[in-house]
C-alpha cells in the first residue's frame, strides 16, 4: 500500500528534472589586477582589454561560489595558475584564446596569475549549473570526416555558408582551416578572433579551429578573367615573401594538417577568388599544391605519413557538372531551422563585418532572402569536385557520395 501510495505521489508532485542554468556572476563579482579594481574584464565587451604582467594578480571576489572560470584571451593562451583556497589548475592545458575552467569545489575566490605578459579580453565567472549555451566548452578531434579550408574569419559562413550544419546535422565531424592570422593590427585588438570562435560555435562547431598563419590582406579587383587572375596571384606571392614567409611554409602548414585530421573531403575557394579577392585566389592555389603534396611519400613532413584525399571539392568549380547541396531542408538537430538560416546566426557573430557588403549578399539588400536559394552570385551551394578517388558523383547532391 505504502508503495503504491509513493508511486502516485511521484505522479502528481511536479518534479524538476532539468538541471538549473548556472547563473552568470559577473556583476556581482569583485575583479582586481594587483589589488587595483577593474571593469574591463567583465563588460561583455571584445572592444576593452587588459595587458597583464607576468606574475601579476588577477583576484575575483565573489558574494555567490565560483564553479566555473571562462577566459577569453586576445592573442593566445598563456601557461598560468588558477588557484582557489582548496586547489591549484594549470591554465593552457589545450592552447584555445577562449578557455573554460571547472572548479573541483566552487569557491567565493579565485586567483590567476601567467608566466609570462598576456592580453585578456574578458573573464566571467559562474555558479553552479547548467552552462548557458554561448560558453564554448572547446575539443581538439584528432580525426575529422571534412575539412573546410577558409581564407578569412567569416568566408565559413559566407561562401561556405550552411555545409557545417548541413554535415554537422548528419553526425559528421567539421573541422575548419583558416589560412589568414587576423593578427596583422599595431595594436592590440584582434576582435575577428573572437567572432570567428563566437560564428562557428553558434554553427555547431565544437573541435577547435586551426587558426592561420599569414596576416589579412584587402581584395585587389573584381574581375574574373584569366589575365587579372594570373597578376593577383603573382601579386599575392610577392606579399607572402614582404611577410617574410615562403610559399613552402603555406604548403607544409596546409599537408600537415591534412595528414593530421586524415579528412575524407575537403573544400576549398573558388579559383577566382569569389568576387575577385586575391587571398582567396592563393588560398585555392596553394590548396591544390597541398592536396598533391600530401599524397606524396617523397614529400617529408615529421611525424606524418602520406595521405590521398578521398574527395576535394572547389567552390563553383565546373559549374556544368556542379555538385548542388540543398541548404534550405529543416535539421532536425537545430531545431528545424535551415542550415541557411543557422548561417544568417553565426554570421552575427561577425560583429566587425556588419557594416561591410557582405550583409546584403547574404540576407538581400533589404533582408529579403528567406533561402540560400536567393542567393544568385557565388552560391554557397555549388561545389565542383576538383578531384576524387572515389568515382565521379552521380546524384550530384552529396559530398560524401560514394563515401562509407
Known amino acids: 500500500m505504502k508503495k503504491n501510495l509513493l508511486f502516485i505521489l511521484l505522479l502528481i508532485i511536479p518534479i524538476n528534472i532539468y538541471?538549473?542554468?548556472?547563473?552568470?556572476?559577473?556583476?556581482?563579482?569583485?575583479?582586481?589586477v594587483d589589488s587595483e579594481s577593474t571593469n574591463d574584464l567583465s563588460d561583455n565587451s571584445y572592444d576593452t582589454y587588459l595587458t597583464i604582467n607576468a606574475n601579476s594578480n588577477i583576484q575575483i571576489i565573489s558574494k555567490k561560489d565560483i564553479k566555473y572560470v571562462y577566459i577569453m584571451y586576445e592573442f593566445k593562451s598563456i601557461n598560468g595558475k588558477l588557484k582557489t583556497t582548496s586547489e591549484t589548475i594549470n591554465l593552457n592545458k589545450d592552447g584555445f584564446i577562449h578557455e573554460l575552467i571547472k572548479l573541483k569545489k566552487s569557491s567565493k575566490g579565485?586567483?590567476?596569475?601567467?608566466?609570462?605578459?598576456?592580453?585578456?579580453?574578458e573573464i566571467h565567472v559562474y555558479g553552479e549549473g547548467s552552462l548557458p549555451g554561448d560558453v564554448q566548452t572547446w575539443t581538439r578531434d584528432t580525426t575529422t570526416d571534412l575539412m573546410l579550408f577558409s581564407t578569412h574569419s567569416d568566408?565559413?559562413?559566407?561562401?561556405?555558408?550552411?555545409?557545417?550544419?548541413?554535415?554537422?546535422?548528419?553526425?559528421?565531424?567539421?573541422?575548419?582551416?583558416?589560412?589568414?592570422?587576423?593578427?596583422?593590427?599595431?595594436?592590440?585588438?584582434?576582435?575577428?578572433?573572437?567572432?570567428?570562435?563566437?560564428?562557428?560555435?553558434?554553427?555547431?562547431?565544437?573541435?577547435?579551429?586551426?587558426?592561420?598563419?599569414?596576416p589579412d590582406q584587402g581584395a585587389r579587383t573584381k574581375k574574373?578573367?584569366?589575365?587579372?587572375?594570373?597578376?593577383?596571384?603573382?601579386?599575392?606571392?610577392?606579399?607572402?615573401?614582404?611577410?617574410?614567409?615562403?610559399?613552402?611554409?603555406?604548403?607544409?602548414?596546409y599537408v600537415t594538417t591534412i595528414r593530421q585530421y586524415q579528412p575524407k573531403v575537403i573544400m576549398g575557394h573558388d579559383v577566382y577568388g569569389e568576387y575577385g579577392h586575391g587571398q582567396h585566389i592563393y588560398n585555392t592555389y596553394l590548396l591544390k599544391k597541398a592536396v598533391v603534396s600530401s599524397a606524396d611519400k617523397k614529400y617529408i613532413i615529421d611525424g606524418y605519413d602520406a595521405y590521398t584525399i578521398p574527395k576535394v571539392y572547389l567552390h563553383l568549380y565546373n559549374m556544368k557538372n556542379a555538385t548542388v547541396i540543398n541548404l534550405d531542408t529543416p535539421l532536425e538537430k537545430y531545431n528545424n531551422r535551415t542550415a541557411y538560416q543557422v548561417t544568417q546566426e553565426a554570421f552575427k557573430k561577425h560583429i566587425s563585418?556588419?557594416?561591410?557588403?557582405?550583409?546584403?549578399?547574404?540576407?538581400?539588400?533589404?533582408?529579403?532572402?528567406?533561402?540560400?536559394?536567393?542567393?544568385?552570385?557565388?552560391?554557397?551551394?555549388?561545389?565542383?569536385?576538383?578531384?576524387?578517388?572515389v568515382g565521379n558523383d552521380v546524384k550530384k547532391n552529396d559530398l560524401f557520395e560514394n563515401i562509407q
Open 19 to 32: 538541471a538549473k542554468e548556472a547563473k552568470t556572476l559577473n556583476k556581482s563579482a569583485i575583479y582586481l
Open 155 to 214: 568566408d565559413e559562413v559566407l561562401f561556405f555558408g550552411g555545409i557545417i550544419p548541413t554535415y554537422l546535422n548528419q553526425g559528421k565531424k567539421v573541422h575548419v582551416v583558416y589560412l589568414t592570422k587576423h593578427i596583422e593590427c599595431k595594436k592590440p585588438k584582434q576582435i575577428r578572433m573572437h567572432e570567428v570562435l563566437d560564428g562557428l560555435w553558434t554553427s555547431g562547431v565544437r573541435d577547435y579551429p586551426t587558426y592561420g598563419i599569414l
Open 224 to 253: 574574373h578573367t584569366k589575365k587579372e587572375y594570373d597578376r593577383i596571384l603573382k601579386l599575392e606571392k610577392e606579399q607572402v615573401i614582404k611577410d617574410k614567409m615562403t610559399e613552402k611554409q603555406l604548403i607544409d602548414f
Open 353 to 389: 563585418q556588419q557594416k561591410t557588403v557582405y550583409p546584403a549578399w547574404l540576407n538581400g539588400e533589404n533582408n529579403e532572402y528567406t533561402k540560400a536559394a536567393d542567393i544568385k552570385t557565388y552560391s554557397p551551394m555549388y561545389w565542383g569536385l576538383y578531384s576524387s578517388t
Open 110 to 121: 579565485v586567483t590567476l596569475t601567467y608566466d609570462e605578459e598576456t592580453i585578456i579580453s
